[in-house]
């Protein structure tokens, strides 16, 4: 078991499958984007799936997640999650995309056996979206989401992010829009995780403020129907139900003492959170010819050094060098 110093287990993987994407989201790249990682660093397909393996069979993950920079640009995304479902003990197999390209390959990764999508939707304004993300790409992403409903992905969760002055008046009509179209809306508060280091507590719309502005609409109660565990968001019935929203305040509600999570890069570093500023190289390790009981070992020993928690209050924080897009959501 992949267990750390405090006696927390990690159970739920977080996979980057490339650090690219077709967006340029201001709270996580500059406009003109960034230097991306090359490919010879990149795990291959087989890689992947070994250390996948490897935690799934010797180490008790439970949940793998595929992320980016934006995993649909990964070429062999449905053989990889085909390859993953097919693991005994099977995972539970999820994605986190932008939702461009969604609409084309939603039904083949729904075959492939993946359970879950989330989708990051910030505005239901065009012009907004396209402020946001540097971008022109709204419609995409309203294609991607009713394609994944249509595939059988439910309940379609999708991720919104709020920032001051800009889309912070959305989040009741985005909260009706999921409602209508029957998906499962998270926000999250934004995080210190841009490659310009431009985060800032003055722009980010925090947890409390996001329920404030919901209540003023919707009568929301706690959902005491399951614990929320380790899980990231804490989840309200909306009007009695059965429509639900989450809200993950990562910064302000911070739920470090149930983390269950670690994260595989795209070039083969372990992570132990967000915004850890130290990694542990398996894909050196694996390259050089390690075996499955060497890399396991290697991992498990890196867990151990997870921290306590963020620690974003502390005045020592210092944000990770590595923006999202490099980290995987």
Same mark, same amino acid.
């Given at each position: 078991? &992949?267990?750390? @110093? ?23 790249? #500059? ?17 992947? =799936? ?8 010797? !180490? ?10 934006? #995993? ?15 693991? +005994? ?8 995309? *932008?939702? $461009? ?12 056996? !993946?359970?879950?999508? *989330? ?19 709204? #419609? ?17 969760? =999708? ?6 002055? =800009? *889309?912070?008046?959305?989040? /009741? ?6 409602? %209508? ?11 210190? &995780? ?5 985060? @800032? ?30 899980? #990231?968001?804490? +989840? ?14 990562? =910064? ?9 999570? /670690? ?6 570093? $372990? ?7 130290? %990694? @542990? ?15 396991? %070992? ?13 620690? $974003? ?17």
């Amino acid at each position: 078991m &992949l267990r750390d @110093s405090f006696g927390r287990v990690a159970t739920d993987l977080r996979v980057s499958l490339t650090d690219k994407c077709n967006l340029r989201c201001s709270y996580c790249m #500059p406009p003109e984007g960034l230097e991306w990682l090359p490919n010879a660093q990149l795990l291959t397909a087989d890689e992947i =799936v070994r250390l996948v393996t490897i935690g799934v069979e010797r !180490l008790g993950i439970q949940e793998v997640r595929y992320t980016g920079g934006e #995993p649909l640009l990964r070429r062999e995304l449905v053989d990889i999650v085909g390859r993953t479902t097919a693991l +005994r003990p099977r995972p539970q197999v999820s994605l986190t995309t *932008n939702g $461009i390209g969604l609409a084309r390959v939603a039904a083949p990764l729904a075959a492939a056996g !993946l359970d879950r999508v *989330n989708v990051s939707l910030d505005t239901l304004d065009r012009d907004t979206f396209k402020r946001l993300a540097h971008r022109d790409r709204f #419609p995409d992403v309203i294609a991607g989401l009713a394609a994944a409903h249509d595939a059988g992905l439910r309940p379609v969760k =999708v991720n919104a992010v709020l920032m001051r002055e =800009v *889309n912070q008046h959305e989040a /009741v009509p985005l909260l009706r829009y999921c409602l %209508e179209q029957g998906y499962e809306l998270r926000f999250i508060e934004q995080m210190p &995780l841009d490659a310009q280091h431009g985060w @800032s507590r003055d722009t980010m719309v925090t947890a409390n403020e996001i329920l404030k502005l919901l209540s003023a609409s919707f009568d929301l109660t706690a959902d005491d129907q399951e614990e929320r565990g380790s899980a #990231p968001a804490e +989840r309200f019935l909306v009007d009695g139900g059965p429509g639900r929203v989450g809200v993950i305040g990562s =910064v302000t509600r911070p739920f470090c003492a149930a983390c269950d999570r /670690v994260r595989l890069t795209a070039d083969g570093q $372990i992570r132990n959170c967000l915004f850890a500023t130290e %990694e @542990s190289d398996l894909k050196a390790a694996m390259r050089a010819g390690a075996s499955d009981d060497e890399l396991a %070992e290697r991992w498990i020993a890196a867990v151990t050094r997870k921290k306590a928690g963020h620690g $974003i209050d502390d005045p020592s924080f210092l944000q990770p060098s590595r923006p999202m897009s490099a980290i995987g959501g």
